[in-house]
Nanobody
Framework: QVQLVESGGGLVQPGGSLRLSCAASRNIFSIYTMGWYRQAPGKQRELVATIRSDGSTNYADSVMGRFTISRDNAKNTLYLQMNSLKPEDTAVYYC?????????WGQGTQVTVSS
């Protein structure tokens, strides 16, 4: 079993930045693909970014060039640096760990972009 705990969400003005963190209960980055997803009110949950065990990354077109996914293996922590935030980035952001058919989710952290 793996526990994922997100933090770092909050209220930010358009154009601002936030860094989300996801602490894993044990070292899983060498096995699991880690990802960030988000869900806005009334919409389906969507992929934001992923980082594979080999370090390769993938981003949704809507965040390419603005968001950066990274990890600290020593701290068992996943990050999402979000820059140039837009109102349409407002959502609950979830951390995800996936290996074949095993999937873990965090509880989510709210990000609100508003003036």
């Amino acid at each position: 079993q793996v526990q994922l705990v997100e933090s770092g969400g909050g209220l930010v003005q358009p154009g601002g930045s936030l860094r989300l963190s996801c602490a894993a209960s044990r070292n899983i980055f060498s096995i699991y693909t880690m990802g960030w997803y988000r869900q806005a009110p009334g919409k389906q949950r969507e992929l934001v970014a992923t980082i594979r065990s080999d370090g390769s990354t993938n981003y949704a077109d809507s965040v390419m060039g603005r968001f950066t996914i990274s990890r600290d293996n020593a701290k068992n922590t996943l990050y999402l640096q979000m820059n140039s935030l837009k109102p349409e980035d407002t959502a609950v952001y979830y951390c995800n760990a996936r290996s074949y058919d095993v999937i873990y989710w965090g509880q989510g952290t709210q990000v609100t972009v508003s003036s």
